[in-house]
T-cell receptor, first 113, second 110 residues
Framework: NAGVTQTPKFQVLKTGQSMTLQCAQDMNHEYMSWYRQDPGMGLRLIHYSVGAGITDQGEVPNGYNVSRSTTEDFPLRLLSAAPSQTSVYFC????????????FGSGTQLSVL | GQQVMQIPQYQHVQEGEDFTTYCNSSTTLSNIQWYKQRPGGHPVFLIQLVKSGEVKKQKRLTFQFGEAKKNSSLHITATQTTDVGTYFCAGGGGYQKVTFGTGTKLQVIP
């Protein structure tokens, strides 16, 4: 069991470039989510999914797209990167939707110049 | 929307001293979870509290959930250098729209 796998670990982009952050879990978890972590602001929810084919917005969704075509994968797309998106991104999953502990990936450190 | 505040933001303690972090929500929570993030690492689940007034212990760590289910605390007795990291509370509001607190960064001085 690898748990939650995120790639890449580090990425540097120029303003306006696009990229996809990959997230995969092998625990057959129903729920998956993306967070960004900025100093002094904790973890803020970007998008989440309660199952294949179902996604919804979190607290800070602007500038990000997601899709969930399979139970295992939940990629996060930045269509046109901006310096404000410089952050550490974490993917997390849980078995169900309610009162379930989150399992986090190891994170992606993204810098947008 | 739901807001979860944590205090203090930073805490430096001598090894062996006690440490407490407090978590306060603007709304009633269905549950509270606590996570620990080591420097350079990812958050790792510690515990979940669901019932009003609930108290749970894990060795030197004591977790409490307030009677009104709007606040919580984590107390570490006799800190060790292995306790270094950032501690987050996370409030559940249903449908796993979990709102994380701002975190308390603990530094333990040997």
């Amino acid at each position: 069991n690898a748990g939650v796998t995120q790639t890449p670990k580090f990425q540097v982009l120029k303003t306006g470039q696009s990229m996809t952050l990959q997230c995969a879990q092998d625990m057959n978890h129903e729920y998956m989510s993306w967070y960004r972590q900025d100093p002094g602001m904790g973890l803020r929810l970007i998008h989440y999914s309660v199952g294949a084919g179902i996604t919804d917005q979190g607290e800070v969704p602007n500038g990000y797209n997601v899709s969930r075509s399979t139970t295992e994968d939940f990629p996060l797309r930045l269509l046109s990167a901006a310096p404000s998106q410089t952050s550490v991104y974490f993917c997390a999953s849980s078995r169900g939707q309610f009162n379930e502990k989150l399992f986090f990936g190891s994170g992606t450190q993204l810098s947008v110049l | 929307g739901q807001q979860v505040m944590q205090i203090p933001q930073y805490q430096h303690v001598q090894e062996g001293e006690d440490f407490t972090t407090y978590c306060n929500s603007s709304t009633t929570l269905s549950n509270i979870q606590w996570y620990k993030q080591r420097p350079g690492g990812h958050p790792v689940f510690l515990i979940q509290l669901v019932k009003s007034g609930e108290v749970k212990k894990q060795k030197r760590l004591t977790f409490q959930f307030g009677e009104a289910k709007k606040n919580s605390s984590l107390h570490i007795t006799a800190t060790q250098t292995t306790d270094v990291g950032t501690y987050f509370c996370a409030g559940g509001g249903g449908y796993q729209k979990v709102t994380f607190g701002t975190g308390t960064k603990l530094q333990v001085i040997p």
